[in-house]
């Protein structure tokens, strides 16, 4: 059963790294949006900002292909332009867009797995991993 109220944080990053039927560019872009998302201060997917750049670095894209990722994302419904309050610190012509994901269509592509749903926690055990 998909529980929404369960996408926050990793289990946000997890529930879009999982969506099937995205092409490769338009899910490496997704899920590096959504990573901004979660260590925002709106919690829920909500009021993530990356620049273009950023994500293009993340991704391995260019930003044109980052700027194509984001329109094919938001005609699907995936995401939608959010409170772009939240740049009004940045100087006119260098603002990122805010970015909402909608968890109600994210959750319409399939069942997400959730750690009630499974019995288990991906992350167990990860504190014992080295550093780099």
Request: one cysteine or more.
């Amino acid at each position: 059963m998909t529980k929404t109220k369960d996408l926050t944080g990793y289990g946000l990053t997890n529930a879009v790294r999982n969506i099937e039927g995205l092409s490769p560019r338009d899910k490496s872009v997704f899920v590096a949006l959504a990573s901004y998302a979660k260590h925002s201060k709106n919690s829920a997917g909500k009021g993530a900002y990356p620049k273009i750049a950023t994500l293009a670095k993340n991704t391995g894209y260019c930003p044109e292909s980052v700027i194509r990722a984001l329109t094919s994302l938001k005609a699907k419904g995936l995401i939608r332009l959010g409170d772009q309050s939240l740049v009004a610190k940045y100087p006119p012509g260098r603002k990122p867009k805010v970015y909402d994901i909608d968890l109600d269509v994210l959750a319409s592509w399939g069942e997400i797995p959730t750690i009630a749903d499974t019995g288990t926690d991906p992350y167990a055990g990860m504190a014992d991993l080295p550093a780099f």
